[in-house]
């Protein structure tokens, strides 16, 4: 089965830092998925990448998908409070369109 | 984007009592709906997949007789927990994919959980 690491676990960073977060997969990547999760909520779309050396950017989240798709980094510049919370990575096996997901990292972001 | 409801979003209730959890897709048709699980400071872990009209597919380790699904209708899902324990206690999450999004990867739109407290 597919196995997912986060790194890091946990991340605090002062307000107006830049900070990037990895998903390192065991097989390679047929579709990797970027949710965003504040504690005891559901989960929010952030991006999608499918093919190799992708790159999407949405205001100040970038995230990317190495050439072997089996990596992929979320980068947020200039980091504000808004973007607390957890951070997960999904990956759709290619099979029956599960989603098996990261172990997620954890932010938070002082004043 | 496409919409998840969750209801409820929260209930406490008494060991050995049964409890459901609805997941409705708003504004779109879902065949496959799916339930996941999350323990505090942990991941989501995938229990079933949910497919209308048919019977649910479950993760190994999930037991099916304690977790029933029913996915009556392109819209509904239901999750209903069995004789509840303490042990059940957990945050669940539905998702369900839409179809008319382009592609064969398909996005999974998530509902805004349930979190349940067996006493």
């Known amino acids: 089965s597919q196995e997912l690491e986060q790194s890091p676990q946990s991340l605090i960073v002062q307000e107006g830092k830049n900070l990037t977060i990895n998903c390192t997969s065991s097989?390679?990547?047929?579709?990797l998925y970027w949710y965003k999760q504040k504690y005891g909520e559901g989960l929010i779309f952030l991006m999608m990448l499918q093919k190799g050396g992708e790159e999407k950017s949405h205001e100040k989240i970038t995230a990317k998908l190495d050439e072997k798709k089996q990596q992929s980094s979320l980068h947020i510049t200039a980091s504000q409070p808004s973007h607390a919370g957890i951070y997960l990575c999904g990956a759709d096996s290619g099979t029956a369109s599960k989603l098996t997901f990261g172990t997620g990292t954890r932010l938070q972001v002082t004043l | 984007g496409a919409v998840v409801s969750q209801h409820p979003s929260r209930v406490i209730c008494k060991s050995g009592t049964s409890v459901k959890i609805e997941c409705r897709s708003l504004?779109?048709?879902?065949?496959?709906m799916f339930w996941y699980r999350q323990f505090p400071k942990q991941s989501l872990m995938l229990m079933a997949t949910s497919n209308e009209g048919s019977k649910a597919t479950y993760e190994q380790g999930v037991e099916k007789d304690k977790f029933l699904i029913n996915h009556a209708s392109l819209t509904l899902s239901t999750l209903t927990v069995t004789s509840a324990h303490p042990e059940d206690s957990s945050f669940y999450i539905c998702s369900a994919r839409d179809p008319g999004t382009s592609g064969y990867y398909n996005e999974q739109f998530f509902g805004p959980g349930t979190r349940l407290t067996v006493l």
């Open positions: 504004d779109f048709q879902a065949t496959t």
């Open positions: 097989k390679t990547l047929y579709g």
